[in-house]
T-cell receptor, first 111, second 115 residues
Framework: GEDVEQSLFLSVREGDSSVINCTYT??????LYWYKQEPGAGLQLLTY?????DMKQDQRLTVLLNKKDKHLSLRIADTQTGDSAIYFC???????????FGKGTTLSVSS | GAGVSQSPSNKVTEKGKDVELRCDPI?????LYWYRQSLGQGLEFLIY????????KSGLPSDRFSAERTGGSVSTLTIQRTQQEDSAVYLC?????????????FGPGTRLTVL
């Protein structure tokens, strides 16, 4: 079945870049997603990438997709304390009826 | 406009009791999803509704779990004879159900604690 794996924790200093990595198993997903969950809040779509793209940049966010290795990464430039949250990588399941999420990477930003 | 709302925000119940969790999707969204977020387990898909089509129930963990969606809008997730392992945050999401980029908008969740 589909599976999404990501590292559980990342700690960086304010102003540094953060890179959160994700691997997935199902290559049929048209889009791959990054969601953000702030403490005590629901999930919010942060960004996404179309599967035929290698890279997408959106302000401080850069998404890289390596389809051959089924590897997705999210880079946050100039990380701020407000970026502290849990970041989830997700892909659509084969039926297209749900998202398959990784377990989430907790990003901790220290000043 | 209003986002996805869920009620109650917190629910504490005793083992063996039944509970009902409610989700109000964004108006006009035809697709509705239930997920469960357990500590250390990430998000787990439970059930999916799309318009008048038969729901995808493949994620429901046992027959104690059921969900319905009345009138294509509000949905209720029911857990019968609750067990301690049912303790989790139950998240509802909705989307416009169109093909292609199908952004799911999540509610704040219901935190269920089974004592």
């Amino acid at each position: 079945g589909e599976d999404v794996e990501q590292s559980l924790f990342l700690s960086v200093r304010e102003g540094d870049s953060s890179v959160i990595n994700c691997t997935y198993t199902d290559s049929s997903s048209t889009y791959l997603y990054w969601y953000k969950q702030e403490p005590g809040a629901g999930l919010q779509l942060l960004t996404y990438i179309f599967s035929n793209m290698d890279m997408k940049q959106d302000q401080r966010l850069t998404v890289l997709l390596n389809k051959k290795d089924k590897h997705l990464s999210l880079r946050i430039a100039d990380t701020q304390t407000g970026d502290s949250a849990i970041y989830f990588c997700a892909e659509a399941n084969q039926a297209g009826t749900a998202l398959i999420f990784g377990k989430g990477t907790t990003l901790s930003v220290s000043s | 406009g209003a986002g996805v709302s869920q009620s109650p925000s917190n629910k504490v119940t005793e083992k063996g009791k039944d509970v009902e969790l409610r989700c109000d999707p964004i108006s006009g969204h035809t697709a509705l999803y239930w997920y469960r977020q357990s500590l250390g387990q990430g998000l787990e898909f439970l059930i999916y509704f799309q318009g008048n089509s038969a729901p995808d129930k493949s994620g429901l963990p046992s027959d104690r779990f059921s969900a319905e969606r009345t009138g294509g809008s509000v949905s209720t997730l029911t857990i019968q004879r609750t067990q301690q392992e049912d303790s989790a945050v139950y998240l509802c999401a909705s989307s416009d159900g169109l093909a292609g980029l199908d952004t799911q908008y999540f509610g704040p969740g219901t935190r269920l604690t089974v004592l």
